[in-house]
């Protein structure tokens, strides 16, 4: 699936980010392919596939090695992999609040009527959002 949804992007990538179900060597070689930056952690079982004495080192190889050497949580925070879990939760609410389903029929529509729901998200965020101030004393 991964290879059909990267041809959908004409754009310049710079990073893919994924769950352990994109932890494969051919969705690493699909991303580098388009030049962009992996994220994906690697699967709690994995283990280290390429033998030392090659020159350089498969990028799900260094992924690995970089989570055994930091931590997930620290690899998480210095790969940027959070901003997946963030973009999840925005997507999570807007489904939660407008519905799973759009109401339009035409590509065109759609997209005005997502629109629309993220102006709105965005504006019940805002007015959720306390005013603060900074008190001297």
């Not at 994109?22 to 994995?46: M, Q």
Request: with cysteine.
């Amino acid at each position: 699936m991964l290879p059909d949804i990267l041809e959908q992007i004409d754009a310049l990538i710079d990073q893919v980010s994924g769950d352990g179900g994109y932890d494969t060597f051919d969705c690493y070689d699909t991303i580098a392919e388009r030049g962009a930056k992996v994220t994906i952690p690697p699967r709690s079982n994995a283990k280290i596939q390429q033998p030392n004495n090659e020159a350089q080192p498969h990028p799900r190889d260094e992924n690995l090695l970089r989570v055994n050497q930091v931590g997930r949580k620290q690899w998480k925070q210095e790969s940027g992999y959070h901003r997946r879990s963030l973009s999840e939760t925005a997507i999570f609410r807007l489904k939660i609040i407008f519905g799973g389903k759009l109401r339009r029929r035409f590509f065109d529509n759609q997209a005005v009527e997502l629109f629309l729901q993220c102006a709105a998200l965005n504006r019940m965020i805002q007015l959720g959002k306390p005013d603060t101030y900074k008190v001297e004393g």
